[in-house]
């Protein structure tokens, strides 16, 4: 039986919506700037892309945070970034692809470092987060509850960085999420343990080597 807050939910694409609001995120902004609050750690001003066939999470959550992003990959000046946060306690991803682009001053030129793992066997991960800044895919959740407050949720690995989040925000979390077809745009991804079997990494100036 499915319904839109116990048992089975599927939602044919599935958006990312626990950004935090305008006004939220500039008053976390005004705070990172006067420095009252800290990012876990300085994100790279690159994001990446990530394809999977299936990635099955157990433990889920999601809720709104900020990332502190360089504005260049010149790593001088820095800025806040809204970002959704899913975390999982365990994931287990087929077919994984990963791809970041890199424009070179030096050569003139766009170079793209690919990563594929999982292809016979999943990737595997514990106490996983992906700051999220755009997702799609065909998902199934078991168990959801919508609109649980970010320091209320029973689902997931602790807040990432409570300092950068919302304690009374808006989160979602289910017993097990599974998600099809997979595209995201992410700027960072944290884990206890990231276990990348079959990993293949290349290096490359075409473009089709993208995961999307």
């Known amino acids: 039986m499915e319904s839109q807050v116990r048992g089975g939910t599927r939602w044919k694409r599935f958006a990312v919506v626990m950004v935090p609001s305008v006004l939220a995120t500039a008053a976390v902004g005004v705070g990172l700037a006067q420095g009252a609050l800290a990012a876990s750690f300085s ?85 996983l987060y992906i700051d999220v800044a755009q997702l799609d895919a065909d998902a199934k959740f078991e168990d959801i509850d919508i609109g649980v407050a970010v320091q209320d949720k029973t689902r997931g690995p602790a807040n990432k960085d409570e300092k950068t989040t919302l304690p009374g925000g808006f989160a979602q979390q289910a017993r097990v999420a599974h998600l099809y077809n997979v595209e995201q745009t992410a700027w960072a991804t944290t884990a206890g343990t990231f276990t990348l079997n079959g990993l293949s990494m290349r290096l490359g100036m075409d473009s089709d080597m993208e995961c999307y």
């Open 43 to 127: 994100v790279s001003g690159q994001q990446f892309k990530v394809t999977a066939d299936y990635l099955k999470g157990e433990g889920f959550a999601q809720y709104g945070g900020i990332d502190t992003v360089y504005t260049s990959t010149e790593g001088k000046e820095k800025k806040p970034v809204p970002v959704a946060i899913s975390s999982f306690d365990t994931a287990k991803i087929t077919k994984m692809c990963q791809s970041v682009a890199t424009k070179i001053p030096l050569i003139g030129k766009t170079v793209y470092l690919r990563l594929d793992a999982g292809r016979q066997k999943p990737v595997t991960a514990e106490n």
